[in-house]
T-cell receptor
Framework: AQRVTQPEKLLSVFKGAPVELKCNYSYSGSPELFWYVQYSRQRLQLLLRHISRESIKGFTADLNKGETSFHLKKPFAQEEDSAMYYCALGGGGSEKLVFGKGTKLTVNP | GAVVSQHPSRVICKSGTSVKIECRSLDFQATTMFWYRQFPKQSLMLMATSNEGSKATYEQGVEKDKFLINHASLTLSTLTVTSAHPEDSSFYIC?????????????FGSGTQLSVL
């Protein structure tokens, strides 16, 4: 069964500090990992996906199959990064996504 | 970018009534749409996959007679919560995939907060 674990419900950092949002997954097949972000009063939107290996808004995430992790990182957090972040898992040719419970990131001035 | 419109954003109804939620892809065609449910401080739980022109595929534990899904066109899927009860109160979100944008890209509606009194 597919499962996504985001161990931190809340994460608070100061502006300019590095931030890492943890995500671990469980899946027997070839995983496809995504990070979605939801800013206050806005809809959920895709932040990045492991396939494209891109950096969006300074965020990066590397898929580590050995550790079954897909942690989201940013070297210098900004106040506008404050939002709810969801890690999501797809794969096996299925369009379905399984979401983690989310981590609420607060970047303090 | 692609936009998914979900309506209504909030609905309050009496127990026993039915509520219909619409999900529209505004500038792209979506053969597949997804319906999620989110309880407070919980994750999004996939309820069903809505397939244009055919029956929806429901996840385990989701009552198909309770949550009726219709995907009559390439731009519209509806979720009807029949005979709603207070335990059905939740945040419902739809999403759709823009095939032309790449198979990985899902676009989400803004969600519907259902409160059943």
């Amino acid at each position: 069964a597919q499962r996504v674990t985001q161990p931190e419900k809340l994460l608070s950092v100061f502006k300019g500090a590095p931030v890492e949002l943890k995500c671990n997954y469980s899946y027997s097949g070839s995983p496809e990992l995504f990070w979605y972000v939801q800013y206050s009063r806005q809809r959920l939107q895709l932040l990045l996906r492991h396939i494209s290996r891109e950096s969006i808004k300074g965020f990066t995430a590397d898929l580590n199959k050995g550790e079954t992790s897909f942690h989201l990182k940013k070297p210098f957090a900004q106040e506008e990064d404050s939002a709810m972040y969801y890690c999501a898992l797809g794969g096996g040719g299925s369009e379905k996504l399984v979401f983690g419970k989310g981590t609420k990131l607060t970047v303090n001035p | 970018g692609a936009v998914v419109s979900q309506h209504p954003s909030r609905v309050i109804c009496k127990s026993g009534t039915s509520v219909k939620i619409e999900c529209r892809s505004l500038d792209f065609q979506a053969t597949t749409m997804f319906w999620y449910r989110q309880f407070p401080k919980q994750s999004l739980m996939l309820m069903a996959t809505s397939n244009e022109g055919s029956k929806a595929t429901y996840e385990q534990g989701v009552e198909k007679d309770k949550f009726l899904i219709n995907h009559a066109s390439l731009t519209l899927s509806t979720l009807t919560v029949t005979s709603a009860h207070p335990e059905d109160s939740s945040f419902y979100i739809c999403s759709a995939r823009d095939l032309l944008a790449g198979s990985e890209k899902l676009f989400f509606g803004s969600g519907t907060q259902l409160s059943v009194l």
